[in-house]
């Protein structure tokens, strides 16, 4: 059983620059959800696909967008990146119909 | 709005005390909560998880308690050890009935530091 990988593990941005992250579900998963987890605090909801549609989102900007795709995988853009994008960003997949998160160990993106 | 709080944000215990690590929820219709725990440098690993029709559940030197009435979590961890540091961070989990799926909203963290 392979668990959640996400690319790459560390990231320095620009201002101003775009940025994508991937992520490959734990085998199975269906549904793919994206974190934001700023130092020193929780992970906030970005968003989460199902059936590669968007199936929820929380209170960031349309700069932030995503997509998974038939296998599952999944990419989170940020266009426009701005200093406090800077975060440990996560991806973790589930079944739709199970609440069990398998978390990936996230993505350093700094943004100088 | 929703959230999921945490009263400490430190917690420093010896090794071999229980340490009790807890969690202040504000949706009452959340229909699941998890505690996770997370080292440095890597993503929030499952410990313990609880439905909302419960009010305890044991797990391998860790305990949950819901307290439905004030909208407490806590998390016990038993003879707590040094590979015990982390951050500890609860999450109420809503399902959503349209999809099926699951919404998470985290709490900000607690660290645990283990003293020798």
């Known amino acids: 059983e392979t668990g959640v990988t996400q690319s790459p593990t560390h990231l320095i941005k620009t201002r101003g620059q775009q940025v994508t992250l991937r992520c490959s579900s734990q085998?199975?998963?269906?549904?793919v959800s994206w974190y934001q987890q700023a130092l020193g605090q929780g992970p906030q909801f970005i968003f989460q696909?199902?059936?590669?549609?968007?199936?929820g989102r929380g209170n960031f900007p349309p700069r932030f967008s995503g997509l998974q795709f038939p296998n599952y995988s999944s990419e989170l853009n940020v266009n426009a990146l701005e200093l406090d994008d800077s975060a440990l960003y996560l991806c973790?997949?589930?079944?739709?119909?199970?609440?069990?998160?398998?978390f990936g160990s996230g993505t350093r993106l700094t943004v100088v | 709005g929703e959230s999921v709080g945490l009263h400490l944000p430190t917690l420093s215990v010896q090794e071999g005390d229980n340490s009790i690590i807890n969690c202040a929820y504000s949706?009452?219709?959340?229909?699941?909560f998890i505690w996770y725990k997370q080292e440095s440098g890597k993503g929030p690993q499952f410990i313990i998880d609880?439905?909302?029709?419960?009010d305890k559940r044991q797990g391998q030197r860790v305990t949950v308690l819901l307290n439905k009435t004030v909208k407490h979590l806590s998390l016990q961890i038993a003879a707590t050890q040094p590979g015990d540091s982390a951050v500890y961070f609860c999450?109420?989990?809503?399902?959503?009935?349209?999809?099926?799926?699951?919404?998470?909203?985290f709490g900000t963290g607690t660290r645990l530091k283990v003293l020798a």
């Open positions: 999450a109420e989990i809503t399902h959503r009935q349209t999809s099926g799926t699951y919404k998470y909203i």
């Open positions: 609880i439905r909302s029709n419960m």
């Open positions: 696909y199902y059936r590669e549609e968007e199936n």
């Open positions: 973790a997949s589930s079944l739709a119909d199970n609440y069990g998160y398998t």
């Open positions: 949706n009452s219709a959340s229909d699941y």
């Open positions: 085998s199975g998963h269906n549904t």
